[in-house]
């Protein structure tokens, strides 16, 4: 997977405060598009804070690290990215998950992180 290990390097070297994704056609030469739906979850009032739909086109930046919508919260987010690797690789259509918040503000309780459901949709192109 040199793919993998390049993009590891990158993120390392830490050189970038956010380092640029290269192209989902780069990433994942099969895919023709890939649609997340998130819903945002909040533990206290308002349990939905929001949803979320994201479609990520092979000319768009392959980032599947989506924002933590909490404010407050630092260094947090949700990285889909091993959720759509693995997707890919298997050449699966749809899964579902659940992911926490793994994020901490200093504002914040970890109980009162958020967490979101996610639903990912992945179109691959037609082989030859
Ligand atoms: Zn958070």
């Given amino acids: 997977m040199p793919q993998k290990q390049n993009y590891a390097s990158k993120a390392e070297q ?8 290269p192209p989902l056609s780069e990433c994942f030469p099969t895919v023709a598009g890939i649609v ?5 979850y909040r533990k206290r009032a308002n349990p ?17 690290n989506m924002n933590c919508m909490i404010k407050g919260c ?9 959720v759509v690797s693995k997707m890919v690789m ?23 992180h958020a967490s979101v459901e996610y639903e990912i949709g992945v179109r691959y192109k037609r082989l030859r």
């Fill in 36 to 40: 997340i739906k998130m819903t945002y």
């Fill in 90 to 112: 298997s050449r699966k259509g749809a899964a579902k998950g659940k992911l926490s918040c793994l994020g901490h503000g200093d504002v914040l309780d970890p109980a009162e």
């Fill in 48 to 64: 939905i804070l929001m949803l979320r739909t994201v479609n990520i086109l092979p000319v768009d930046e392959a980032c599947f």
């Fill in 14 to 21: 830490g050189m970038l405060k956010k380092p640029p994704s």
């Fill in 74 to 82: 630092s260094d947090g987010g949700f990285d889909l990215t091993s």
